[in-house]
């Protein structure tokens, strides 16, 4: 494979965490998800040495370093650890920049600390039952009175609902003029008519809580606003291509995990005599995903970079969202094929692989959405087509 742009210092970073996973978080995951959910005291423990939100300002706890490279080395190895049910990043990339990137100066001086630290554990709740990929078909609602709004509505699916000390709930604010008019509301563990369902039982991903949350005419002071009234649907179309980005490194590791898994695995299992690896029927598969997981890394890689500076597109994004979700799904399947009826046991490593890779295609936009935003984009009017391009 072709090499990679770590530092020195984020190699280091990359060997920190990984010895904290080891020592605080591989030990405890099988407990967990038994009980189908993390203990909160992983995020304390995380929040202790460093690896929960380090890119806000020093003065709220964090090191001010914006590179999502550091994120994408602990996505790689939570995942390589075998800990991706474990949705840290949930909270520290994907929820936790809603406040730096919209809040204002008092919502961050009270809530970034503490999100900081892992006292506060954080989600956001845009997805209801009747309203998944399509953010217009949203029904929960607020309305303004005094000095508060009154929140309706129910929101599913919501990953880590049932830690959650503050969640950012998007809702309708005009519902009968503009169905895109939307707001955002920082709802706090605790505020009256907040409550949440049950912790969904999953077919993968047993550790990560995922919850049903309920919102009975909450009141939401206007302080807990974030950003403007009416323009949250902007906010979260404008959070999509990071959040498509931090799920194709996840996507992207486990993949690359279940080819490991695989290798090692046909290497000592015999067949006829001979290990299954020196199969040409074997050989050929492994060297197609191979090939493949090289070539989706480079694009990976490439999307961090263009991040980082500030260029990485809502169609890029998406492109990696579709090829590196299905990848995932891909090499997890041909991984329990060639384990055989081994890899139907969930003794097997790659067995729980697949289960947890079937909801990657799904969610943050399902498969079918990414190819809708791709053709919009290729088919449409402005589309440059390649051999006139300027490189």
């Not at 000390?165 to 939307?182: C, I, Y």
């Not at 995990?257 to 290990?275: C, H, M, N, Q």
């Not at 690896?277 to 480079?298: I, M, W």
């Amino acid at each position: 494979m072709l090499p990679r742009d770590f530092t020195e210092e984020q190699n280091m970073f990359r060997d920190a965490y990984r010895k904290f996973l080891a020592a605080e978080i591989v030990p405890h995951m099988e407990e967990w998800r038994e009980a189908g959910i993390v203990d909160r005291e992983a995020f304390r423990k995380a929040g202790e040495q460093g690896f929960l939100m380090f890119w806000p300002d020093e003065k709220y706890g964090g090191i001010g370093d914006h590179d999502i490279r550091y994120d994408q080395i602990i996505i790689e190895e939570t995942t390589y650890a075998r800990c991706g049910d474990w949705f840290a990043n949930l909270h520290s990339r994907l929820v936790g920049p809603y406040l730096t990137r919209f809040g204002n100066e008092e919502q961050c001086d009270r809530f970034l600390p503490k999100c900081i630290s892992g006292e506060t554990i954080l989600a956001i709740a845009m997805t209801e039952p009747d309203a998944g990929s399509d953010l217009a078909g949203m029904r929960a609602n607020a309305v303004e009175q005094d000095d508060h709004w009154v929140l309706n509505g129910s929101k599913t699916f919501i990953s880590n609902g049932i830690n959650a000390d503050l969640v950012v709930v998007a809702a309708k604010t005009d519902p009968e003029n503009n169905p895109h008019h939307m707001t955002l509301f920082l709802v706090e563990r605790g505020m009256e008519g907040f409550e949440r369902g049950r912790n969904l039982k999953k077919m993968g991903l047993k550790g990560q809580d995922t919850a049903e949350l309920f919102f009975n005419d909450v009141r939401v002071p206007k302080a807990n606003v974030l950003g403007e009234p009416g323009k949250g649907f902007i906010y979260l179309m404008q959070g999509l291509a990071e959040e498509r980005l931090l799920g194709m490194m996840g996507y992207q590791a486990s993949a690359q995990l279940s080819w490991d898994l695989t290798a090692d695995y046909v290497k000592e299992r015999k067949i006829f005599g001979k290990p299954l690896s020196a199969f040409q029927n074997t050989q050929f598969k492994l060297a197609e995903l191979r090939t493949e997981l090289d070539l989706t890394q480079v694009y990976v890689d490439r999307c961090v970079a263009a991040f980082n500076a500030g260029q990485l597109t809502a169609v890029d994004a998406a492109k990696g969202k579709l090829v590196t979700s299905e990848l995932q799904v891909k090499v997890a399947a041909e991984g329990v094929q060639l384990h055989g009826g081994h890899g139907y046991m969930d003794e097997y490593p790659i067995s729980r692989q697949l289960t947890d890779s079937i909801i990657s295609p799904i969610y943050a936009g399902s498969s079918e959405v990414m190819k809708l935003i791709v053709s919009r984009d290729c088919l449409g009017d402005d589309y440059v087509p390649f051999n006139t391009r300027n490189f």
